[in-house]
Structures are given as structure tokens and as C-alpha cells.
């Protein structure tokens, strides 16, 4: 039987503790990772500011230059084509056609110079030669809502008389570290959630250790209560038939009686060890089963024959429908102790007039089907699965006052999976009876001739 390892008070506190920690440290990493990330893409903004600022004064630098070059070109001369005139448009003086200066055309930066006769040549700037930059603040330049705080691009205001023009950064550079920033964004949050689900999943994971340890200590309780109950009693009967024997206050005929008495729980008492020792060799039976072709519809006959003694000691009744000749690869040991708990554990419960108990082998698609049904009084619902984990019995009352360890079914259950097939337990509700039908893969039927050769 294998020992409980519980999780005591103190182990459970410090995993919380240690639980809390953690979740205050992935907080904490958080709120900084996110708050450092935002900071990364302030000082590339900042960064950008100050190449838009520097191509900002380049551009102004080089602007007055062309205004000086125009200026100084005589009246009458229409400027030449060069970077960064994009072209030269001639247009009526109008009234302030006498004064050169700058203006807006069509969106774009161009200074104004008379050539004389009511005429003005007007030299527009191309935005895009030397700096791809410039742009005027309401027409050319793309704001894009990304989502995040001031989202823009970071842009520099010419000098005077510029107000209309700025430089801004590459439109493509901006939405490069934008979309760096949302990807730092995501990983961070994907880190986190992958973090928080670990610690879920931990907590998740001590909650159903607890609960099995829990569970595992409350049926071992059971089992010991149990196991406690049922050494007492054939003890305590050898103690009072040896005290009796040994008093010499009986007869012959008393002494052949209480020795008797004695003999049959000394049995009891055996067979109590032995289920205790079945639990220890059959736990994970798959592992230590002996397989080999054995005549099945013998070995369910020979438990039988052997249950129907105890069940005419108790005034009960075995009917047995065995299909002759199916063999099937068992370990018929082991298999023997299935039957013999089924059979024990129906005649336990039975309390019909009189008790009785069905046994039936049938074969089906190439499969064994042993079912086992009694009169008695039936399992809850909700017990029809419980009652095959170790030292767990049913939660009635009757069942309470009725002597057993709750290891047999588990046994059972162990001994049937080790051999591939399948034990479950039904019921119609308490009173009812209850079934519990054996399926084994692998049977045949054999002719006797065959069988015995």
C-alpha cells in the first residue's frame, strides 16, 4: 500500500506566499517593460527632432542663399531652372508684383521677383530636392492615428516668413518604429499572459494535488477504520474461543464447537491479509499478470462451486449460466480473485427472499462477458463509479453496517485492466440489485477434444 505524502499547512502557506512574489514581480516587470518601451520610442522621437531640426536649418540656410542669388540677379532677368526650383512661373505683376519676397503657389514654397513690365517671375521650390523632408504644415504632411499617445510625426517649423513649411521625417521611418513599438508591445503582453497562465495553471495543479492528498488521506482513514473493524472481530472471537476452551468450564462437544469457531476466524482473519497483500501485488497488475490461454468457463464454474457454500452457510442462492469451452488469454489466478470478489461482494449485499445471486459467461464478438447481478440493495448513482477506488465504499448506511475494507473492486479493477478488458458497475437505484459485468478481449470457444489436447 503506498504511503500519502500530504501537503501540511506550512507548504501550502509558502507555496501562496511564494505565489504572491511571483505575481507581484511579473506586475512589477510589467508596468516597467511597457513603461520602458514607451520611453525607447520617446528617445527615437527625440531623436528624429533633432535630424528634422538640423535638415530644418540646412533647408533655411539654403533658401536665404537663393533668395540672395535672386535678388541679385538684374531686373529683367528671368532665373534659371536649378535645385531646388522646381520652375519658373511668370505671372502678372498685381499689386505687390514691385516687392520681392515669398509667397505660396499652389501649396508650395516660391519667391517672387519683378522682371518689369507688369510682370513677376515666380521660382518655385521643389520639396523634394535636396530634402524629402519639407512639407507644409496643412497640405502635404500625412498625420496617422496609430493608436498611441501623440501618435504624429515629430515635424520642425521653418524660420520666419516659413510658417506654412515644416520638416518632417520619412513617413516610412516613423511607421517603422511604430510598428517596433507595437511589436515590443505584443511580446511583452504575450510574455506576461504565458507567465500568468504558468502561475494559473500551478495553482490549478496544487488545487487538485490538495484535493487528491485530500481524498487519498481521507479513504486511507477509511481503510484503516475499516481494516481496524474487521482484525477486532475474528481476533477478538479466537481470544474469547481459546479462553473458553481453556477454562475447561465445556464439554467435548463445546471444546469441537468453540475451537471451530476459533478455526473459521482464524480463516477470515487469512483472508482479510491476503486482500490486503492482493492490493500490494495487483496495483498496476499489468506489470506482474502471467498471461497464458486458460479455460475460462472452468475457472468461473470452480469460484462457483466455492461461493456456494458460504452462500448456503448465509441461506442464499448462486444461479450459474456458464457457456462450456471459452478460453481466453488470462492470468487465472488473478482472474480467480476478480470472480471471487464479484461473487463475495454480491452475496455481502444481497438481502432479497432469499438472497440471490446470478453468475453468467457469454461470448460476443470474439469477447468474454461476465456478469455478476444480485438482489440486494443496489448502488446510488452517484457511487457507481466511487466504488472501484481504493478503500472507498458506497455512502449508505446499510452498506456502512456491512463488514469490508473497500479494496476488492479496486482490486478488481486493476486485475481486469491489466488483462485489456473492462469492469462496471449498474444499477436501477438502492433496492434494486446491482450489476457488474466483465468484458475480456480475446475469447473463443474451444470444443472440448481440442481443449484438452
Known sequence: ??????????????????????????????????????????????????????????????????????????????????????????????????????????????????IGRGRRAVAVLDPQTPYAWLATAEGDLQLVDTGVADPTRPVVALAPPFYGLVVAPDFQAWEKLLDAYQRRVFLIIAEGGFFLAAMITAVVLLWRVVRRESLIEHQHQSFVSAVTHELKTPIAGIRLALETVLSGRV???????????????????S????????????????????????????????????????????????AASITPAIQAPIDAEALAIVISNLIENALKY???????????????????????????????????????????????????????????????????????GKLTAASEGPGKGATFRLVLPGAEVVPDDEFSE
Open 1 to 114: 500500500m503506498r504511503a500519502s505524502h500530504r501537503l501540511d499547512l506550512g507548504q501550502l502557506v509558502s507555496f501562496v506566499a511564494v505565489a504572491f512574489v511571483l505575481n507581484a514581480q511579473f506586475t512589477f516587470w510589467v508596468y516597467h517593460a511597457l513603461r520602458d518601451n514607451r520611453e525607447r520610442l520617446d528617445l527615437e522621437r527625440i531623436v528624429l527632432l533633432a535630424r528634422a531640426g538640423t535638415a530644418a536649418r540646412d533647408i533655411d540656410a539654403r533658401i536665404r542663399g537663393l533668395e540672395a542669388e535672386l535678388l541679385a540677379l538684374p531686373v529683367g532677368v528671368i532665373p534659371a531652372v536649378h535645385a531646388p526650383i522646381s520652375r519658373i512661373v511668370i505671372l502678372d505683376a498685381g499689386p505687390d508684383g514691385e516687392r520681392p519676397g515669398w509667397t505660396i503657389l499652389e501649396g508650395k514654397a516660391a519667391f517672387s521677383r519683378p
Open 271 to 318: 483472508g482479510l491479509v491476503e486482500k490486503i497483500l492482493e492490493v500490494t501485488r495487483y496495483a498496476g497488475a499489468g506489470r506482474r499478470l502471467r498471461i497464458e490461454i486458460s479455460d475460462l468457463s472452468s475457472l468461473i464454474e470452480e469460484e462457483v462451486g466455492v461461493a456456494e457454500r458460504r452462500a448456503t452457510a448465509r441461506g442464499a442462492v448462486i
Open 251 to 269: 464439554d467435548e462437544a463445546g471444546r469441537h464447537r468453540f475451537l471451530g469457531n476459533a478455526l473459521a476466524d482464524a480463516e477470515r482473519l
Open 350 to 420: 444481497a438481502h432479497g427472499e432469499p438472497p440471490r445471486v446470478d453468475v453468467r459467461l457469454t461470448i460476443e464478438r470474439g469477447e468474454a462477458i461476465i456478469v455478476v447481478r444480485d438482489n440486494g440493495i443496489g448502488i446510488r448513482a452517484q457511487d457507481l463509479e466511487e466504488i472501484f477506488k481504493p478503500f472507498v465504499r458506497a455512502s449508505d448506511a446499510v452498506t456502512r453496517r456491512t463488514p469490508g475494507t473497500g479494496i476488492g473492486l479496486y482490486v478488481a479493477r486493476e486485475i481486469v485492466a491489466g488483462h485489456g
